[in-house]
């Protein structure tokens, strides 16, 4: 088995869920289930946040021109439905149907063509950047799924590679580098450590960092959460609480 880990960096206007998504930094949104066949596409969506995030998403999943998942930038004509299954004050789950047209374009529907059958998918999704991990059987053509995918995006957005390795030795976090980070979100969290991003108080913010970086505001904040996120969860897995020690503050 193989996997792909890549994200989609989608412009202004390009996306209305991305857009929402965009407007509540906080929010996330997680796949639960993902499946497709080469006519329909079925998922159930976990959605976080506050309560006005909740309703912008909604209203972008129900009341699209297009689907959320279609990589068209125009109406393409398909047939889709989106129902809420379960609301609390800070979640939603969503369930939604999709009918593709000739015209329409996903991830799910690329990968089927060129990767075959008992595709496997998932995907998180915060602020513009929309993640998906593909797991496949290693067989059928890598090299023409993202030709297709990078044709299919155009203008609409940009994609960074995160990972791509044998699933097996995965844990489903991007991890190429020997500290299993990224080398873009490595290269991320240098830059703030260089920059004194992480002093206290702060020598520089997030939009000024950016900017010396030569990386989108988005694009970095996105990177520095995942670099920050992987090495949090691996300190705690390696006991790093275990001896009860403390550094002092």
Same mark, same amino acid.
């Given at each position: 088995?193989?996997?792909?880990?890549?994200?989609?960096?989608?412009? %202004?206007?390009? @996306?209305?869920?991305?857009?929402?998504? *965009?407007?509540?930094?906080?929010?996330?949104?997680?796949?639960?289930?993902?499946?497709?066949?080469?006519?329909?596409?079925?998922? =159930?969506?976990?959605?976080?946040?506050?309560?006005?995030?909740? /309703? +912008?998403?909604?209203?972008?999943? &129900? @009341?699209?021109?297009?689907?959320?998942?279609?990589?068209?930038?125009?109406?393409?004509?398909?047939?889709?439905?989106?129902?809420?299954?379960?609301?609390?004050?800070?979640?939603?789950?969503?369930?939604?149907?999709?009918?593709?047209? $000739?015209?329409?374009?996903?991830?799910? #529907?690329? /990968?089927?063509?060129?990767?075959?059958?008992? =595709?496997?998918?998932?995907?998180? #999704?915060?602020?513009?950047?929309?993640?998906?991990?593909?797991?496949?059987? !290693?067989?059928?053509?890598?090299?023409?799924?993202?030709?297709?995918?990078? *044709?299919?995006? !155009?203008?609409?957005?940009?994609?960074?590679? &995160?990972?791509?390795?044998?699933?097996?030795?995965?844990?489903?976090? $991007? @991890?190429? !580098?020997? @500290?299993?980070?990224?080398?873009?979100?490595?290269?991320?969290?240098?830059?703030? =450590?260089?920059?004194?991003?992480?002093?206290? %108080?702060?020598?520089?913010?997030?939009?000024?960092?950016?900017?010396?970086?030569?990386? %989108?505001?988005?694009? &970095?904040?996105?990177?520095?959460?995942?670099?920050?996120?992987? &090495? *949090?969860?691996?300190?705690?897995?390696?006991?790093?609480?275990? +001896?009860?020690?403390?550094?002092?503050?």
């Amino acid at each position: 088995m193989r996997e792909f880990v890549f994200a989609l960096e989608y412009e %202004p206007g390009c @996306n209305r869920v991305a857009d929402a998504l *965009a407007d509540h930094p906080d929010a996330r949104i997680r796949s639960l289930s993902l499946h497709a066949t080469d006519e329909r596409l079925w998922r =159930v969506d976990h959605v976080t946040g506050t309560a006005a995030a909740l /309703a +912008d998403i909604e209203e972008a999943f &129900l @009341n699209s021109d297009y689907y959320a998942d279609c990589l068209a930038t125009d109406d393409c004509g398909a047939t889709q439905a989106t129902q809420v299954l379960d609301r609390t004050d800070d979640t939603l789950v969503l369930y939604s149907d999709w009918e593709r047209t $000739p015209t329409c374009a996903s991830v799910p #529907h690329i /990968a089927r063509d060129h990767l075959g059958d008992g =595709v496997l998918f998932e995907t998180r #999704h915060e602020g513009r950047h929309y993640t998906w991990r593909v797991v496949h059987s !290693g067989e059928g053509d890598a090299a023409g799924f993202f030709d297709a995918l990078e *044709a299919a995006i !155009g203008d609409s957005a940009r994609m960074e590679m &995160l990972r791509t390795a044998d699933a097996a030795a995965s844990t489903g976090e $991007p @991890n190429d !580098g020997a @500290n299993g980070l990224a080398p873009e979100q490595e290269a991320a969290l240098r830059g703030a =450590v260089e920059h004194g991003y992480y002093e206290s %108080p702060r020598e520089i913010d997030v939009g000024d960092l950016a900017a010396h970086l030569d990386v %989108p505001r988005s694009t &970095l904040t996105y990177r520095l959460r995942r670099a920050e996120e992987r &090495l *949090a969860k691996r300190y705690v897995a390696d006991d790093g609480f275990a +001896d009860g020690t403390s550094t002092p503050l």
